[in-house]
């Protein structure tokens, strides 16, 4: 038979076949690999190496129980968690947490076995995990990987047994706006990290936790008004306030739980001081909501909207970002200027500068508002550097106000840089979507001496941005400054801020020699309307271990982080974050929570294998829709489509091949 003649088109088919089947390379290996970085909250990674990829783990019940009292949380995270294979395994458990949590508990029940955690120096509490692993001991492991993100390890789980983790820790809850916010974060919209190279998201599916939560609310004052705003509820009273749990037993981990009150007579000014004695030092937490202020503008305003529409915000998110955004121009004057900034992988501006507000400009505005869209990454510098590219005009006060929901990696980075360029600015951040990242935001604000917003739901944006829009609008309460009692110096855990927006709340806490004496008082002064303010709030004593040593640690570590990541002695700043964390017992950077079993109980002839439990994304979002790859992220999902599609083109080409060569054959 003659050797068969190929046609230039039999050939381009030919090659294309080649190239198909050499396209799984195409796609970055990385975008299918899970590390400990990249997992969504709440699953449990099982695995039998530190190499072995992890697999699927079945939850069983997943519940928060949480005691208010008076403006103190400590909440009880229990994830309980099932082995139903005939394998030993090991278990990686993500989850987030408060921003503000001082995480100071770790408990372990794997089978009929109780472990507690001890606080340990990181390497130190890694180094014991790892050989009680190796020699077949059960032990776990909490650390801390962000600030509002923890991991717990779990060695050398039983076939067929239950695993229980119980993570607790505590914090405050100020008065904002009149109001109390209990929030618990449930989930956590994956992050983008521009500094790497097809950097992948944290780990999310289709597939969605489920969650309990009860709440004991002891407020301390009768309340007038108890909401849960993305939750159904139900509320009773009990002897020392309200008792509040899910409508259902289980719910989707999709949203982040918010509970708000509001006590039943609101004074002028809100405050209290308590005072609880550890070891041979007092410790105080100050919480005051300041008077509020009618709207009363003291300058013209030049005020710059950045809005955030990356592939994170697609959905509800930017519908909201939208509404938002639309409101705020609405409610300047026309002494004001203003511009508005959008971003995703790139930035460009609706005025090349701010111009001034009339009829023509908003116009342009709303048009400009009304074709946003969101896709892409989410590179935060480049509209900040359009943002201050221009000084503010003469005489005009320079506000930002930032929309976003936060999905960064690189949070330290855009903080630091919002600190070095804010000057006599503000910097006021809105968190869109049901789970943004309340680290930056609450990071960013006050670097750029400003305040933060959440919004989960679309019927919440007037109301959150009323709110917004009024502190913006009315004057701060300058030149805050403390007197404590007699000649007491205190050692306060984060500096005071200048000023203060009307509806923030101040929560101060401080390290004091002794106990003071009763009837002691607080005072606080400033200025408001150009006027001397002042204030005084009496101290009151409260029990030991009600958690205000810990709280105050906890905030002192979040400064000299600050202090460490901005600039100041690195090795200075992690060794008093280091002696803070263990003489109080608390996760940090630098330490973690170790709870190891002495008896053996891996027979050293059994193997392991990986599993893994399904991960909930946010209501709404991208990736509460698919198992697929984020928009924001990589290019892994584009690079699947370009070899799906040289796949089907291959297909087409070949099949005249594969016919010619049939007829030929005949």
């Known amino acids: 038979m003659p050797a068969l003649q190929l046609t230039p088109w039999k050939r381009l088919a030919n090659w294309l076949r080649v190239l198909v089947l050499l396209s799984p390379v195409w796609v970055s290996p990385a975008a299918f690999t899970a590390q400990p970085d ?31 009292t008076g403006n103190l949380a400590r909440v009880r995270v229990s994830q309980q968690f099932s082995n139903p294979s005939d394998d030993w395994v090991e278990g ?21 076995r109780v472990i507690r955690g001890d606080i340990r120096k990181r390497d130190e509490a890694r180094a014991v995990y790892e050989q ?12 801390q990987e962000r600030p509002n993100m923890f991991t717990a390890s779990v060695a050398n789980i039983a076939p067929h ?35 790497v190279v097809n950097a992948t998201p944290e780990r999310v599916t289709g597939e969605q936790q489920r969650v309990n939560i009860d709440v004991e609310l002891a407020p301390g004052f009768p309340v007038q008004s108890l909401d849960s705003l993305h939750h159904s509820v139900v509320a009773t009273n009990d002897a020392l306030g309200k008792h509040v749990r899910l409508s259902s037993s289980q719910v989707p981990a999709d949203r982040d739980f918010e509970l708000v009150w509001a006590p039943a007579s609101v004074t002028d000014v809100q405050g209290a001081v308590f005072a609880e004695r550890s070891g041979d030092a007092t410790y105080a937490l100050l919480m005051l909501s300041p008077p509020q202020q009618d709207a009363q503008v003291v300058e013209p305003r030049e005020v710059e909207f950045i809005i955030d529409t ?14 938002a955004l639309q409101m705020g121009i609405d409610r300047l004057t026309e002494k004001d200027r203003f511009n508005v900034i959008r971003f995703s992988s790139d930035a460009s501006s609706l005025f090349e500068v701010p111009r001034q507000v ?36 003469t005489g005009f006060l320079r506000q930002i106000v930032f929309i976003t929901d936060g999905s960064v990696g690189n949070e330290t980075e855009i903080v630091s840089y919002i600190r070095q360029k804010i000057g006599n600015g503000r910097l006021f951040t809105v968190g869109i ?28 944006v007037q109301a959150r941005m009323q709110d917004l829009f009024r502190k913006i609008e009315s004057p701060a309460l300058l030149d805050l400054s403390l007197q404590w009692p007699g000649s007491v110096t205190a050692e306060l855990a984060s500096n005071m801020p200048g000023d203060l927006y009307s509806g923030d709340p101040l929560v101060v806490l401080a390290r004091l020699p002794g106990l003071p004496e009763r009837n002691q008082v607080l005072t606080l002064s400033g200025r408001t309307h150009g006027v001397a303010w002042v204030h005084q709030v009496p101290i009151v004593s409260v029990t030991d271990q009600a958690g205000i040593a810990k709280l105050w640690a906890r905030e002192r570590i979040a400064t000299l982080t600050r202090q460490r990541n901005f600039g100041g002695d690195a090795a200075e700043a992690q060794a008093g974050i280091v002696d803070l964390a263990l003489r109080h017992h608390l996760v940090s950077e630098f330490t973690s929570l170790v709870a190891v079993d002495a008896t053996p109980v891996r027979p050293p002839e059994a193997d392991a294998r990986s599993e893994q439990a399904p991960t909930s994304a946010p209501a709404g979002s991208y990736w509460s829709k698919t198992t697929g790859f984020a928009k924001t992220a990589t290019s892994a999902g584009l690079e699947l489509l370009i070899g799906c599609a040289c796949l ?5 080409l070949f099949l005249p091949l594969a016919v010619s060569r049939r007829v030929g054959g005949r």
Request: glycine residues 6%; hydrophobic residues 40%; aromatic residues 8%.
């Open 648 to 652: 089907a083109f291959a297909a087409l």
């Open 433 to 460: 979507g049901a789970s943004p990242n309340a680290f930056f935001l609450q990071e960013a604000a006050a670097a750029g001496r400003g305040s933060y917003t959440f919004i989960a739901e679309r019927d919440q």
């Open 161 to 195: 047994s239950a695993i229980s983790v119980e993570i607790a820790y505590l914090e405050t809850i100020p008065n904002r706006d009149g109001r109390y916010t209990l929030r618990l974060p449930l989930a956590i919209t994956p992050r983008y990290n521009p500094s």
């Open 92 to 112: 990686l458990y993500v989850f987030p947490l408060s921003t503000d949590a001082a995480v100071d508990e770790l408990v372990m029940h794997i089978g009929d």
């Open 38 to 68: 990249d997992v969504q909250s709440g699953s449990l990674l099982l695995k039998s190496s530190p190499d072995a990829p992890p697999a699927e783990a079945m939850r069983v019940q997943s519940s928060f129980q949480v005691q208010v």
């Open 310 to 323: 990356s592939g994170s915000m697609q959905g509800p998110s930017i519908e909201q970002a939208r509404a």
């Open 358 to 393: 009339s009829q023509t400009t908003r116009a342009l505005a709303k048009d400009f508002i009304a074709a946003l869209s969101a896709d892409g990454g989410t590179e935060m510098r480049p509209p900040l550097q359009l943002a201050f590219a221009t000084a503010p005009a």
């Open 132 to 143: 009680a692993r190796s020699e077949g001991r059960h032990a776990s492991l909490v650390d």
